[in-house]
């Protein structure tokens, strides 16, 4: 974006949160939606066209970002007890909201709308974003679910040391005839990962095993058989029982997606729209300073049909269970 749509953007968020003493951002989610109607035209443009496209990797740059920024909060909680950095989380919802609609999941970060992504102490080696010296390996947000998201939004704060966000797009790897094939049946289980507290005493730092938690059963490759999507976590994805056909498929496709990723460096300032059935994402590793200082993003996932969430929950909210 120019300094001009910058400038704009900005002004957009400002008159809103000073009509809103309180911010409650899946109360507001609404109007955000319709605020977004001003933004600039040309940002509009480009986003709905990058939609349009079903473009795997959006990036708009410039997008404000407070210049007397408080110092990194050392977890989300904290972030959440603060409300640290309201208008980057509008921002991101603002730009968002033109590629689809922000939702949330009831038991991840509290049921927040938009999360905090910053290393935490103890997380070093987790398989959640709190991690930081173990890679995040490439994966589908929430491949457990199937009204996960079209769209995960990181918008970046800070990154001092240039960490990269790991891309891989589907259409970069040509998986051998047998290999697709088998992918594209339901031979595989998808499992929550840790940042979801499924099940009775299933912490992030207590993790239940893979087998006790609820699970989908569907493929690995799905939809447009000319460009097809993409559905794979290798940490959370598991063959049926006995299937050794659909293991080994399930090795070379995450052998493949990794030889294919290619490196996103964030800077302050940027967003990235990962589409998540295009797609899938990670995070290289860093060492964490805990100093304030560290590398910190909003995220929100955004879905392009709220009602299929509605019905999956009965319900007309933006939070998933
Ligand atoms: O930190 C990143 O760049 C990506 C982390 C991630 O996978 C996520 O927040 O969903
Ligand atoms: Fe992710």
Same mark, same amino acid.
């Given at each position: 974006m120019s300094d001009e749509e910058k400038d704009q953007v900005a002004a957009v968020a400002d008159e809103f949160l000073a009509a809103r003493p309180v911010w409650a951002p899946l109360e507001y989610a609404d109007r955000v939606r319709t605020e977004?109607? *001003? $933004?600039?035209v040309g940002v509009r443009r480009f986003l709905v066209s990058s939609r349009a496209a079903e473009d795997a990797v959006i990036v708009l740059g410039n997008l404000p970002v407070d210049?007397?920024?408080?110092?990194?909060?050392?977890?989300w909680q904290v972030a959440e007890k603060e409300e640290s950095a309201i208008r980057e989380e509008l921002v991101l919802m603002l730009v968002g909201s033109v590629l689809g609609e922000p939702f949330g999941w009831v038991?991840?970060?509290?049921? *927040? $709308?938009v999360h905090d992504v910053c290393p935490s102490r103890g997380q070093?080696?987790?398989?959640?974003?709190?991690?930081?010296?173990q890679q995040l390996t490439l994966h589908t947000e929430?491949?457990?679910?199937?009204?996960?998201?079209d769209y995960v939004a990181l918008m970046c704060l800070r990154n001092p040391d240039a960490v990269g966000t790991t891309v891989a797009l589907v259409e970069s790897v040509d998986f051998p005839e047998p290999v697709r094939r088998v992918l594209h049946q339901d031979r595989f289980r998808f499992f929550p990962d840790d940042s979801h507290h499924v099940v009775p005493q299933h912490t992030t730092e207590n993790p239940s095993a893979l087998e006790d938690r609820p699970h989908e059963v569907a493929s690995v490759l799905f939809g447009p058989e000319e460009s097809p999507y993409l559905r794979i976590d290798a940490d959370f994805t598991e063959a049926m029982p006995g299937d050794t056909e659909a293991e080994a498929a399930l090795e070379t496709a995450a052998e493949l997606l990794a030889a294919a990723a290619e490196r996103v460096v964030l800077s302050p300032g940027d967003a990235v729209f990962v589409d998540n059935h295009r797609a899938v994402h990670g995070r290289d590793t860093f060492t964490p300073?805990?100093?304030?200082?560290d590398r910190w993003l909003k995220r929100t996932s955004l879905v392009r049909d709220l009602r299929r969430t509605y019905v999956r929950t009965k319900s007309r909210s933006r939070l998933l269970g």
């Amino acid at each position: 974006m120019s300094d001009e749509e910058k400038d704009q953007v900005a002004a957009v968020a400002d008159e809103f949160l000073a009509a809103r003493p309180v911010w409650a951002p899946l109360e507001y989610a609404d109007r955000v939606r319709t605020e977004a109607e *001003r $933004l600039p035209v040309g940002v509009r443009r480009f986003l709905v066209s990058s939609r349009a496209a079903e473009d795997a990797v959006i990036v708009l740059g410039n997008l404000p970002v407070d210049e007397d920024l408080v110092p990194t909060p050392p977890s989300w909680q904290v972030a959440e007890k603060e409300e640290s950095a309201i208008r980057e989380e509008l921002v991101l919802m603002l730009v968002g909201s033109v590629l689809g609609e922000p939702f949330g999941w009831v038991n991840q970060q509290n049921g *927040r $709308l938009v999360h905090d992504v910053c290393p935490s102490r103890g997380q070093e080696n987790s398989l959640t974003s709190a991690s930081s010296r173990q890679q995040l390996t490439l994966h589908t947000e929430d491949v457990f679910h199937s009204c996960r998201g079209d769209y995960v939004a990181l918008m970046c704060l800070r990154n001092p040391d240039a960490v990269g966000t790991t891309v891989a797009l589907v259409e970069s790897v040509d998986f051998p005839e047998p290999v697709r094939r088998v992918l594209h049946q339901d031979r595989f289980r998808f499992f929550p990962d840790d940042s979801h507290h499924v099940v009775p005493q299933h912490t992030t730092e207590n993790p239940s095993a893979l087998e006790d938690r609820p699970h989908e059963v569907a493929s690995v490759l799905f939809g447009p058989e000319e460009s097809p999507y993409l559905r794979i976590d290798a940490d959370f994805t598991e063959a049926m029982p006995g299937d050794t056909e659909a293991e080994a498929a399930l090795e070379t496709a995450a052998e493949l997606l990794a030889a294919a990723a290619e490196r996103v460096v964030l800077s302050p300032g940027d967003a990235v729209f990962v589409d998540n059935h295009r797609a899938v994402h990670g995070r290289d590793t860093f060492t964490p300073r805990y100093d304030g200082t560290d590398r910190w993003l909003k995220r929100t996932s955004l879905v392009r049909d709220l009602r299929r969430t509605y019905v999956r929950t009965k319900s007309r909210s933006r939070l998933l269970g």
